[in-house]
Every structure is written in structure tokens, then in C-alpha cells.
Nanobody, 122 residues
């Protein structure tokens, strides 16, 4: 059983930064790709970023490229999303996701956390 628990969300003003964390347990974390997705009210869940098993490859949605950074610490079974220069359009519930693969595409994530709310005011 895989457990993913997100933290770090909150209410911030436009231009601010937040760092989301995801604690993973239940399997060999360091062998698998991890990612972040988000879902805004009334919209479908969308891909934000992912990172391969050892952290040397990352991929971002165009909407967050240059503002968000995904990273992982395999010693701590954790993955992070540093979000800078936040804009109101970033408001959403952010989900940590785990893959069964070491290198994954956005469609290849199989495990999900409960989500953490990020709200950006203008």
C-alpha cells in the first residue's frame, strides 16, 4: 500500500512563494518517478511537473515552467514543489502522485495523495 501525504498549501498573495512537500511511504520510494498535479474548481486535473527516479530529469507544464521547481530527497522519501511568483491562475488543489515506473510520462501515475489547497489572491 502506497501512502502519499501532501503539506505546505495555503493562502498567499500574487507574487508570493510556497513550497509543497509530499511524504511517501509503503514502497521503495527511490525507484519510481514522482509528480505533482493540480485541479482548479470546475476544471479537470492537470499535470504540473514530474521527476524521474533519481532526480536527474524533470519535466514541467508550460504554464509553470520557469516559476515552479520539482525536487526529491530519496533519503527522506520526500518530493517537493517550490512555487515562485504565484499567480491567481495557480489556485487549485495540488496532488502528489507516484508512478510504478522509474521514468514516467504524465499519463503514467498510479498513486495519489489527498491534496493540499493553494489559493492565490490578486
Amino acid at each position: 500500500q502506497v501512502q502519499l501525504v501532501e503539506s505546505g498549501g495555503g493562502l498567499v498573495q500574487a507574487g508570493a512563494s510556497l513550497r509543497l512537500s509530499c511524504a511517501a511511504s509503503g514502497r521503495t520510494f527511490s525507484s519510481y518517478a514522482m509528480g505533482w498535479f493540480r485541479q482548479a474548481p470546475g476544471k479537470e486535473r492537470e499535470f504540473v511537473a514530474h521527476i524521474n527516479w533519481n532526480g536527474d530529469s524533470t519535466y514541467y507544464a508550460d504554464s509553470v515552467k520557469g516559476r515552479f521547481t520539482i525536487s526529491r530527497d530519496n533519503a527522506k522519501n520526500a518530493v517537493y514543489l517550490q512555487m515562485n511568483n504565484l499567480i491567481p491562475e495557480d489556485t487549485a488543489v495540488y496532488y502528489c502522485a507516484g508512478s510504478r515506473l522509474a521514468v514516467a510520462t504524465p499519463a503514467q501515475f498510479h498513486y495519489w495523495g489527498q491534496g493540499t489547497q493553494v489559493t492565490v489572491s490578486s
